[in-house]
């Protein structure tokens, strides 16, 4: 398959910003190629363009469909497997997010939970300390129960959440200031 210089363009960014956020750069190359293309790719069609070898092909699929970005479809009178990314990007940002939250935010919730129980009866810990330990505590669950209230909104509806964003920024920044000086 031969890219238009746009879509290699896309595809070769798209592999260093998932680089940038922790995803290997095949995988994000992949995901990207298989987002703008308008029809399944076989993995060895996959492979060829972009010049990688089949086998790292094979794993970032892999790892894709681990994601749900990615999942195997069939073509009539073609053996082989062919894969297509998801097409709805408020579909692709919410499995990302997701995805993200469960290896990420998850496991370290979990961890600073028990350290916060542990704290309370550690005498080596100093006060200031175990106040700094709540604070992230505390602020990883804001934004894990915040996350959690607007999850399943349909997408037409975060739209015009994000749109407000400035909006309501702006409304409540007032308050802020006023906090701040308390």
């Known amino acids: 398959m031969i890219l238009a210089p746009t879509i290699q363009k896309y595809i070769l ?18 995901h990207a190629l298989l987002f703008l293309s308008n029809q ?7 492979a060829e ?10 794993n970032s699929l892999k790892e894709l469909q681990s994601w749900g970005l ?8 073609d053996r082989r497997d062919h894969f297509v990314a998801l097409q709805d990007v408020w579909e692709v940002f919410r499995v990302i997010v997701e995805e993200r939250k469960k290896r990420e935010i998850d ?13 309370e009866h550690d005498p080596a810990l100093e006060p200031a300390t175990k106040v700094k330990m709540e604070q992230v ?4 669950e804001m934004l894990t129960a915040t ?3 607007y999850k399943h909104l349909p997408p037409a509806t975060l739209r015009r959440f994000l749109k ?9 920044g007032g308050d802020d200031k006023a906090e701040a000086g308390k």
């Open 40 to 46: 399944p790719l076989p993995a060895e069609e996959i």
């Open 49 to 58: 363009t972009l010049a990688v070898a089949r086998s790292n092909v094979s």
């Open 164 to 172: 407000m964003g400035g909006k309501v920024a702006r409304l409540l």
């Open 13 to 30: 960014h798209w592999g260093e910003m998932g680089t940038r956020w922790g995803v290997n750069r095949t995988v994000a190359q992949i």
């Open 107 to 119: 496991p370290t919730l979990t961890v600073l939970r028990e350290c916060a129980l542990e704290a």
């Open 147 to 149: 996350y959690g209230d």
């Open 70 to 77: 990615v999942r195997i479809t069939h073509l009539a009178g």
């Open 137 to 140: 505590l505390d602020f990883l």
